[in-house]
């Protein structure tokens, strides 16, 4: 592994701002941001990321998880997953938030992770995190190893011939369907980016995962207030029930009055290169009653582009019954 140096935050961001050096402030670039470290320190002990500085971003007052004055939250950067997940005002109105989170990693893992390093964690294709394979998206232009050999827990909405890896995290899932705001600071001053324009597909360019320009900083995460009597819920599948990722996932936010489905939110995980709002699925369930039947036209909308590869062709029914099972139960009398 490299050295590098760990740089104070009180004069950093400007710093790196200024340098230019960095190509993004999280991909490949000499100069990146530590929070939790969970994601970072270990693709440096894999070589896959080989930074010449950290700057370590715990000291920065951002931290906190306050109510906004119109009912919604904000999310401090450094959060960390467990503060957030436990916090009373998510657990009482962003159930679906709570139970992603927790659904992820470890205690430990949680313990240090946070906010900002989890919309930023990195995929877990095996050919990515090997520096002797082929992959475009660790280093462009080497072929992608991963769409002819093993593709069993990757995507299969969004891929391009140049990379077809998952985005990993629980917790952009439920962001998305909670239609998250995501607020940086860079060189251009600050700016809000909707969760859904945050990650972006991988096409020709896989080596990028978001819009974050250099130097940019994310300083905290909105959530808008929560559609009264909402119901909300996040349904993992894996291999295994505990620190493992998800072959698929769904979350939920539905309202619904008489029986009937008055506004809905979706989004899947472990199927999508980014967390996969599925807005067809919400157009299928919108103002129809809520049965199975709804439920696996919704189902059948949000997998309509999915196109597998050799070894995932099970994800798209997975990923189809995982979210008629979460609809189900976000619809079931109390
Ligand atoms: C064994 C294991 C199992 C796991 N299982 C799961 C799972 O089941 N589900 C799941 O969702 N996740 C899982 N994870 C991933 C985990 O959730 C992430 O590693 C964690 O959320 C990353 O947060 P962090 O603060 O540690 O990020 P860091 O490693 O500190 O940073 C990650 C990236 O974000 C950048 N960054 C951090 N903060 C900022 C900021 N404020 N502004 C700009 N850039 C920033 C860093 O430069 C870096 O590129 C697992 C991880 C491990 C190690
Ligand atoms: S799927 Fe993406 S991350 Fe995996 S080997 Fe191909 S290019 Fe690399």
Known sequence: MKTFQLTRPKDSVQAIAATGKTKTAQQGADIRFIAGGTTLIDLMKLNVEQPQNLVDLNRLPLDKIEATPDGGLTIGATVRNSDLAWHPLVRKNYRVLSEAILSGATVQIRNMATTAGNLLQRTRCMYFRDPAMPCNKREPGTGCGAINGMNRGLA?????????????????????????????????????????????????????????????????????????????????????????????SAAVVITGANGKITRARVALGGVGTKPWRSTEAEAELTDQPANEGTFRKAAEAALRGAKPQSQNAFKVDLAKRCLVHALKLATQPA
């Open 156 to 248: 299969i909405l969004g891929t391009s011939e140049h990379c077809i890896a998952t985005n990993p995290s629980d917790m952009n899932v439920a962001m998305a369907a909670l239609e998250a705001t995501v607020h940086v600071r860079g060189g251009k001053g600050e700016r809000p980016i909707p969760i859904a324009d945050f990650h972006v597909l991988p096409g020709t360019t896989p080596q990028r995962e978001t819009v974050l320009e250099p130097g940019d900083l994310i300083t905290h995460v909105t959530l808008p207030p929560p559609a009264p009597g909402n119901r909300s819920l996040y349904l993992k599948l894996r291999d295994r029930t505990s620190y493992e990722f998800a072959l698929a």
